[in-house]
Nanobody
Framework: QVQLVESGGGLVQAGGSLRLSCAASGRTFSSYAMGWFRQAPGKEREFVAAITSSGRTTYYADSVKARFTISRDNAKSTMYLQMNSLKPEDTAVYYC????????????????WGQGTQVTVSS
């Protein structure tokens, strides 16, 4: 079973950028589609972006489209989320997750999950 560890979160001013990383264990990373989700205080977990196992197709929530870019390097068993033009409403704990369900954007179809990394965007 793949294990996932997020990193790269932190505190940034509105308009700034961060790059999140999700490192996966094992040799089966390339078998999984991957996704990023986030959860803000008092809110349910929200889909952010997903990428197919090959990396050739990506999906984005409308709220982050044109600002965030999801990518993966299967040789390094790592997925990334480049976040630009950050807004205070992007503040949340960001989680990476894996799925064998092609094209899924539903949290219930993903697992396992990483531990999360905090992103805080100040005004």
């Amino acid at each position: 079973q793949v294990q996932l560890v997020e990193s790269g979160g932190g505190l940034v001013q509105a308009g700034g950028s961060l790059r999140l990383s999700c490192a996966a264990s094992g040799r089966t990373f390339s078998s999984y589609a991957m996704g990023w989700f986030r959860q803000a205080p008092g809110k349910e977990r929200e889909f952010v972006a997903a990428i197919t196992s090959s990396g050739r197709t990506t999906y984005y929530a409308d709220s982050v489209k044109a600002r965030f870019t999801i990518s993966r390097d299967n040789a390094k068993s790592t997925m990334y989320l480049q976040m630009n033009s950050l807004k205070p409403e992007d503040t949340a704990v960001y989680y990476c997750a894996a799925t064998l369900n092609y094209g899924s954007r539903r949290a219930s179809d993903f697992g396992p999950w990483g531990q999360g990394t905090q992103v805080t965007v100040s005004s």
